[in-house]
């Protein structure tokens, strides 16, 4: 199957080609491109993710499928004020909120995404961890260079 940085790489090529329409066990399903930089190292990362929305807001979640620990991404976004997301064929730039398990919202937050990905059940078995959700709140559309502020318009209800 590969590693999984080839196995993203591959999903990211399919989501760019088919406009965010991605096959195999992500068929029919709704996927993100998360555009981050290592806080350790300074690098560009994008990571495809399963999203469900809550609202105009876009659900990620920390899960690494069932891994002990919170993946990279995590940590990445939690020392970001702003992320780039792509959805479909469309470019926004979003406010990240990483919401832990302690926090009173997460319980909301994670049945709504938990919900939306049943594979979700089966990664909970893999570990004790409960898994951080990332809220991401749409800013502005980047990818046409120009913002849908100067129109008067919010890029959220484009979702």
Known sequence: MGSVNEVNERIIL???????????????KHLLLLHTVGRRTGQQRVNP????????????????????????????????????????????RATPTVVPPTSPE?????GIWSEYWPSS???????????????????????????DDDEGERTAALS
């Open 49 to 92: 993710l399963v999203y469900a929305a809550d609202g105009e807001n876009f659900l990620v979640c920390g899960s690494s499928r069932g891994a002990e620990k919170d993946p990279a991404w995590v940590g990445n976004v939690a020392v970001m004020s702003e992320v780039t997301i792509e959805v479909g064929e469309r470019v926004l």
């Open 106 to 110: 997460w319980e909301r937050l994670y």
């Open 121 to 147: 059940a089966e990664y909970e078995t893999k570990t004790s961890r409960k898994f951080p959700v990332v809220k991401l709140e749409p800013v502005t559309v980047v990818a046409d260079g120009r913002s």
């Open 14 to 28: 399919q989501f760019r080609s088919q406009g965010g329409i991605v096959g195999g066990p992500f068929e029919g």
